[in-house]
Nanobody
Framework: QVQLVESGGGLVQAGGSLRLSCAAS????????MGWFRRAPGKEREFVAT????????GYSDSVKGRFTISRDNAKNTVYLQMNSLKPEDTAVYYC????????????WGQGTQVTVSS
């Protein structure tokens, strides 16, 4: 299983932007479907975005569509989440995750990075 480490979180004002990174090691990164998830205080973990191994196809939750962009650089074993027009309700711990197929559970998870959006 690949090991994942997120970075790039922080405190930002509403309307601002952040870019999260997730570095992978210990596996063939280009084989993995990658996803971003988040958990807000007192809430369940929720899906944010996903990307296919080649990067040719992406998917987003309705709450972030049009504001967030997932991308990957297989040469750098890294997946990114560009977050624009941030809102206070985007405040959460953000996690990246990987799986080998287009469906089913994500098998590896990072430790998470905190994103806080102030109003």
């Amino acid at each position: 299983q690949v090991q994942l480490v997120e970075s790039g979180g922080g405190l930002v004002q509403a309307g601002g932007s952040l870019r999260l990174s997730c570095a992978a090691s210990g596996g063939t990164f280009s084989r993995y479907f990658m996803g971003w998830f988040r958990r807000a205080p007192g809430k369940e973990r929720e899906f944010v975005a996903t990307i296919t191994p080649s990067g040719s196809s992406t998917g987003y939750s309705d709450s972030v569509k049009g504001r967030f962009t997932i991308s990957r650089d297989n040469a750098k074993n890294t997946v990114y989440l560009q977050m624009n027009s941030l809102k206070p309700e985007d405040t959460a711990v953000y996690y990246c995750a990987s799986r080998l197929g287009p469906a089913g559970n994500f098998g590896s998870w990072g430790q998470g990075t905190q994103v806080t959006v102030s109003s």
